[in-house]
Protein backbone atom coordinates (compact mmCIF):
# COMPACT_ATOMS: atom_id res chain seq x y z
CA UNK A 1 0.00 0.00 0.00
CA UNK A 2 2.62 2.29 0.72
CA UNK A 3 4.61 1.49 -2.26
CA UNK A 4 1.36 2.10 -4.25
CA UNK A 5 1.13 5.42 -2.67
CA UNK A 6 4.19 6.95 -3.43
CA UNK A 7 3.84 5.59 -7.20
CA UNK A 8 0.91 7.85 -7.04
CA UNK A 9 2.60 11.08 -5.75
CA UNK A 10 5.25 10.76 -8.01
CA UNK A 11 2.72 10.58 -11.23
CA UNK A 12 1.09 13.42 -10.11
CA UNK A 13 3.98 15.44 -9.37
CA UNK A 14 5.95 15.19 -12.14
CA UNK A 15 4.64 17.49 -14.98
CA UNK A 16 3.01 15.79 -18.25
CA UNK A 17 5.35 16.06 -21.65
CA UNK A 18 3.70 18.86 -23.78
CA UNK A 19 3.70 17.64 -27.33
CA UNK A 20 3.22 21.32 -28.29
CA UNK A 21 6.19 22.63 -26.71
CA UNK A 22 8.46 25.22 -28.48
CA UNK A 23 11.73 24.04 -29.15
CA UNK A 24 13.24 26.41 -32.24
CA UNK A 25 10.83 29.60 -32.73
CA UNK A 26 9.93 32.24 -29.98
CA UNK A 27 7.56 30.78 -27.04
CA UNK A 28 6.09 34.45 -27.52
CA UNK A 29 6.12 36.92 -30.29
CA UNK A 30 6.56 37.02 -33.47
CA UNK A 31 10.08 37.57 -35.39
CA UNK A 32 9.52 38.80 -38.82
CA UNK A 33 12.79 37.74 -40.81
CA UNK A 34 13.55 39.91 -44.06
CA UNK A 35 16.52 38.54 -46.88
CA UNK A 36 17.65 41.93 -47.77
CA UNK A 37 17.63 44.15 -50.67
CA UNK A 38 14.65 46.80 -51.21
CA UNK A 39 11.99 46.52 -48.98
CA UNK A 40 8.43 46.20 -50.47
CA UNK A 41 5.63 48.75 -49.09
CA UNK A 42 4.27 44.92 -48.25
CA UNK A 43 6.50 44.25 -45.75
CA UNK A 44 7.56 47.11 -43.98
CA UNK A 45 3.63 47.91 -43.25
CA UNK A 46 3.66 44.23 -42.06
CA UNK A 47 5.80 44.61 -40.00
CA UNK A 48 3.98 47.96 -38.46
CA UNK A 49 0.75 45.88 -38.09
CA UNK A 50 2.86 42.93 -36.23
CA UNK A 51 4.13 45.61 -34.01
CA UNK A 52 0.55 46.81 -33.14
CA UNK A 53 0.04 49.48 -35.73
CA UNK A 54 1.74 53.10 -36.50
CA UNK A 55 1.42 54.20 -32.71
CA UNK A 56 3.60 51.61 -31.86
CA UNK A 57 6.84 51.81 -29.91
CA UNK A 58 9.55 50.87 -32.46
CA UNK A 59 13.50 50.46 -31.71
CA UNK A 60 15.56 50.21 -34.55
CA UNK A 61 19.32 49.50 -33.96
CA UNK A 62 21.29 50.35 -37.03
CA UNK A 63 24.75 49.50 -35.70
CA UNK A 64 25.51 46.62 -38.00
CA UNK A 65 26.02 49.70 -40.73
CA UNK A 66 29.45 50.08 -39.35
CA UNK A 67 29.06 54.51 -38.68
CA UNK A 68 29.76 56.24 -35.22
CA UNK A 69 26.59 58.23 -35.42
CA UNK A 70 23.26 57.72 -37.43
CA UNK A 71 20.62 60.05 -38.31
CA UNK A 72 17.33 59.49 -37.89
CA UNK A 73 17.12 58.66 -42.05
CA UNK A 74 18.02 55.31 -40.96
CA UNK A 75 14.39 54.89 -39.75
CA UNK A 76 12.29 56.84 -42.66
CA UNK A 77 11.12 53.57 -44.66
CA UNK A 78 8.89 52.93 -41.04
CA UNK A 79 7.76 56.37 -41.30
CA UNK A 80 6.68 56.39 -44.87
CA UNK A 81 4.50 53.71 -43.94
CA UNK A 82 2.86 55.48 -40.78
CA UNK A 83 4.88 54.53 -38.02
CA UNK A 84 4.73 57.55 -35.29
CA UNK A 85 6.58 56.15 -32.37
CA UNK A 86 10.85 55.50 -33.50
CA UNK A 87 13.63 55.25 -31.27
CA UNK A 88 16.83 55.31 -32.44
CA UNK A 89 19.23 52.74 -30.69
CA UNK A 90 22.80 52.27 -31.66
CA UNK A 91 26.14 51.84 -29.82
CA UNK A 92 29.57 50.08 -30.18
CA UNK A 93 30.36 50.70 -26.79
CA UNK A 94 29.73 47.80 -24.59
CA UNK A 95 29.44 49.16 -21.09
CA UNK A 96 27.29 51.63 -22.23
CA UNK A 97 25.08 48.63 -23.75
CA UNK A 98 24.67 46.87 -20.85
CA UNK A 99 23.60 50.25 -18.86
CA UNK A 100 20.09 50.97 -17.84
CA UNK A 101 19.65 54.19 -19.40
CA UNK A 102 21.14 52.90 -22.58
CA UNK A 103 18.68 49.73 -23.03
CA UNK A 104 15.57 51.44 -20.94
CA UNK A 105 13.65 52.47 -24.49
CA UNK A 106 13.47 48.82 -24.77
CA UNK A 107 11.43 48.49 -21.71
CA UNK A 108 8.12 50.21 -23.47
CA UNK A 109 8.95 48.59 -26.67
CA UNK A 110 6.71 46.45 -29.28
CA UNK A 111 8.64 46.02 -31.38
CA UNK A 112 12.82 46.08 -32.14
CA UNK A 113 14.08 46.81 -36.13
CA UNK A 114 17.71 45.90 -37.35
CA UNK A 115 19.01 47.11 -39.99
CA UNK A 116 21.23 45.83 -42.67
CA UNK A 117 25.38 45.91 -42.60
CA UNK A 118 27.87 43.44 -41.11
CA UNK A 119 25.88 40.83 -38.40
CA UNK A 120 29.20 40.46 -36.12
CA UNK A 121 28.87 44.06 -35.05
CA UNK A 122 25.54 43.86 -33.65
CA UNK A 123 27.49 40.77 -31.60
CA UNK A 124 30.25 42.67 -30.78
CA UNK A 125 28.27 45.88 -29.45
CA UNK A 126 25.41 43.86 -27.31
CA UNK A 127 26.04 40.04 -27.36
CA UNK A 128 25.87 39.13 -23.09
CA UNK A 129 24.80 42.74 -22.28
CA UNK A 130 21.30 44.20 -20.71
CA UNK A 131 20.57 45.30 -24.05
CA UNK A 132 20.61 41.63 -25.59
CA UNK A 133 18.39 40.88 -22.40
CA UNK A 134 15.90 43.34 -22.78
CA UNK A 135 15.49 42.33 -27.12
CA UNK A 136 14.67 38.81 -25.89
CA UNK A 137 12.24 40.57 -23.36
CA UNK A 138 10.12 42.56 -26.01
CA UNK A 139 9.44 39.17 -27.75
CA UNK A 140 8.83 37.47 -24.09
CA UNK A 141 6.09 40.49 -23.58
CA UNK A 142 4.91 39.25 -26.86
CA UNK A 143 6.31 41.75 -28.85
CA UNK A 144 8.01 41.82 -32.89
CA UNK A 145 11.82 41.31 -33.51
CA UNK A 146 12.21 42.54 -37.20
CA UNK A 147 15.76 42.58 -39.60
CA UNK A 148 16.74 42.40 -43.22
CA UNK A 149 20.06 41.06 -44.19
CA UNK A 150 22.35 41.43 -41.48
CA UNK A 151 19.10 41.70 -39.15
CA UNK A 152 17.86 38.51 -40.63
CA UNK A 153 21.00 36.44 -39.60
CA UNK A 154 21.88 37.64 -36.51
CA UNK A 155 17.96 36.23 -35.23
CA UNK A 156 19.30 33.13 -36.27
CA UNK A 157 21.11 31.06 -33.29
CA UNK A 158 24.30 30.29 -35.69
CA UNK A 159 25.61 33.36 -37.03
CA UNK A 160 25.99 33.41 -40.79
CA UNK A 161 29.02 34.93 -42.27
CA UNK A 162 30.27 36.59 -39.11
CA UNK A 163 33.78 36.82 -39.98
CA UNK A 164 35.27 40.24 -39.29
CA UNK A 165 37.87 39.63 -42.75
CA UNK A 166 35.03 39.50 -45.19
CA UNK A 167 31.13 38.14 -45.94
CA UNK A 168 32.44 35.33 -48.02
CA UNK A 169 33.35 33.11 -44.83
CA UNK A 170 30.48 31.11 -43.74
CA UNK A 171 31.99 29.94 -40.41
CA UNK A 172 33.87 32.81 -39.37
CA UNK A 173 35.22 34.09 -36.05
CA UNK A 174 31.75 35.05 -34.82
CA UNK A 175 29.75 32.07 -34.93
CA UNK A 176 26.90 32.90 -32.21
CA UNK A 177 23.76 34.80 -33.22
CA UNK A 178 21.16 36.34 -30.76
CA UNK A 179 19.26 32.96 -30.84
CA UNK A 180 15.92 34.40 -31.45
CA UNK A 181 15.06 31.34 -33.83
CA UNK A 182 17.08 28.42 -31.73
CA UNK A 183 19.15 25.65 -33.72
CA UNK A 184 18.49 27.57 -36.80
CA UNK A 185 21.52 29.33 -39.19
CA UNK A 186 19.75 32.02 -41.68
CA UNK A 187 21.53 33.32 -44.51
CA UNK A 188 20.24 36.47 -46.71
CA UNK A 189 20.38 37.84 -49.95
CA UNK A 190 20.29 34.26 -51.41
CA UNK A 191 19.39 34.10 -55.22
CA UNK A 192 20.24 38.23 -55.55
CA UNK A 193 23.51 36.74 -54.70
CA UNK A 194 23.60 33.29 -55.98
CA UNK A 195 24.53 31.90 -52.49
CA UNK A 196 22.08 29.14 -52.60
CA UNK A 197 25.10 26.77 -52.07
CA UNK A 198 26.95 28.90 -49.61
CA UNK A 199 25.15 27.44 -46.75
CA UNK A 200 26.24 23.46 -47.37
CA UNK A 201 29.42 24.64 -45.96
CA UNK A 202 28.06 25.71 -42.31
CA UNK A 203 25.82 22.90 -42.31
CA UNK A 204 28.52 20.31 -43.13
CA UNK A 205 30.23 21.29 -40.03
CA UNK A 206 26.70 21.58 -38.04
CA UNK A 207 24.56 19.30 -39.71
CA UNK A 208 22.12 19.36 -36.82
CA UNK A 209 20.92 23.07 -38.01
CA UNK A 210 17.90 24.02 -40.15
CA UNK A 211 19.66 26.18 -42.41
CA UNK A 212 17.16 28.97 -43.90
CA UNK A 213 18.15 31.02 -47.16
CA UNK A 214 15.62 34.00 -47.67
CA UNK A 215 16.09 36.14 -50.85
CA UNK A 216 15.75 39.70 -51.34
CA UNK A 217 12.38 42.00 -50.46
CA UNK A 218 11.20 38.60 -49.29
CA UNK A 219 10.65 37.60 -45.61
CA UNK A 220 9.33 34.74 -42.95
CA UNK A 221 6.99 35.40 -40.21
CA UNK A 222 7.47 33.28 -37.69
CA UNK A 223 5.02 32.72 -34.63
CA UNK A 224 6.06 29.79 -32.36
CA UNK A 225 7.20 26.88 -34.23
CA UNK A 226 5.50 27.82 -37.40
CA UNK A 227 6.85 30.72 -40.20
CA UNK A 228 4.97 31.64 -43.43
CA UNK A 229 6.97 33.09 -46.41
CA UNK A 230 5.66 36.63 -47.48
CA UNK A 231 7.45 38.71 -50.18
CA UNK A 232 8.17 38.54 -54.33
CA UNK A 233 11.08 35.68 -54.37
CA UNK A 234 11.81 32.29 -52.47
CA UNK A 235 12.92 31.29 -49.09
CA UNK A 236 15.24 28.15 -49.52
CA UNK A 237 15.14 25.54 -46.63
CA UNK A 238 17.68 23.02 -45.81
CA UNK A 239 16.39 20.65 -43.86
CA UNK A 240 17.68 17.36 -45.48
CA UNK A 241 14.74 16.65 -47.62
CA UNK A 242 13.17 17.68 -50.77
CA UNK A 243 9.52 19.04 -51.06
CA UNK A 244 8.11 20.02 -54.39
CA UNK A 245 4.35 20.93 -55.00
CA UNK A 246 4.18 18.57 -58.12
CA UNK A 247 6.05 15.79 -56.00
CA UNK A 248 9.53 14.07 -56.49
CA UNK A 249 8.60 10.12 -57.28
CA UNK A 250 9.96 10.99 -60.90
CA UNK A 251 12.89 13.18 -60.27
CA UNK A 252 16.75 12.53 -60.04
CA UNK A 253 18.18 13.99 -56.69
CA UNK A 254 21.20 14.96 -55.42
CA UNK A 255 22.70 13.21 -51.93
CA UNK A 256 20.83 14.24 -48.49
CA UNK A 257 23.40 16.89 -48.01
CA UNK A 258 23.04 18.69 -51.12
CA UNK A 259 19.72 19.06 -51.16
CA UNK A 260 17.36 22.28 -50.17
CA UNK A 261 14.18 23.38 -51.76
CA UNK A 262 11.87 26.58 -52.51
CA UNK A 263 9.03 28.05 -50.55
CA UNK A 264 7.34 30.87 -51.57
CA UNK A 265 4.60 33.64 -50.45
CA UNK A 266 1.67 31.69 -48.94
CA UNK A 267 3.92 28.56 -48.14
CA UNK A 268 4.17 27.55 -44.14
CA UNK A 269 7.04 25.46 -42.83
CA UNK A 270 7.16 23.48 -39.50
CA UNK A 271 10.45 24.80 -37.97
CA UNK A 272 10.08 21.81 -35.37
CA UNK A 273 8.89 18.67 -37.58
CA UNK A 274 11.17 20.40 -40.40
CA UNK A 275 7.96 19.78 -42.88
CA UNK A 276 5.91 22.47 -45.33
CA UNK A 277 2.89 21.96 -43.29
CA UNK A 278 0.69 24.39 -45.54
CA UNK A 279 1.58 24.99 -49.38
CA UNK A 280 0.40 28.09 -50.82
CA UNK A 281 -1.01 26.33 -54.20
CA UNK A 282 -0.43 23.57 -56.35
CA UNK A 283 0.56 23.91 -60.02
CA UNK A 284 -2.33 23.59 -62.43
Known amino acids: MIRLSLLLILFVSVPAFSADKTVVGPEKGTLFIVGGGYLSEDLVERFIELAGGPDASIVVVPTAGGALKYSDERSDFLREQGAKNITMLHTTDRKKAN ?74 DHEVGFGFLKNTAIDQHLLARNRHFDLF ?72 NRVVSKPASRPE
Open 99 to 172: SDSFSKPLLSASAVWFNGGRQWRLVDAYKDTLTEKRFHEVLARGGVIGGSSAGATIQGSYLVRGDTKNNQIMAG
Open 201 to 272: NVLQKKPELLGLGIDEDTAIEVAGDEFVVHGKSYVVVYDGKFWSREGSTLKILPEKNQLFYFLKAGDHYDLK
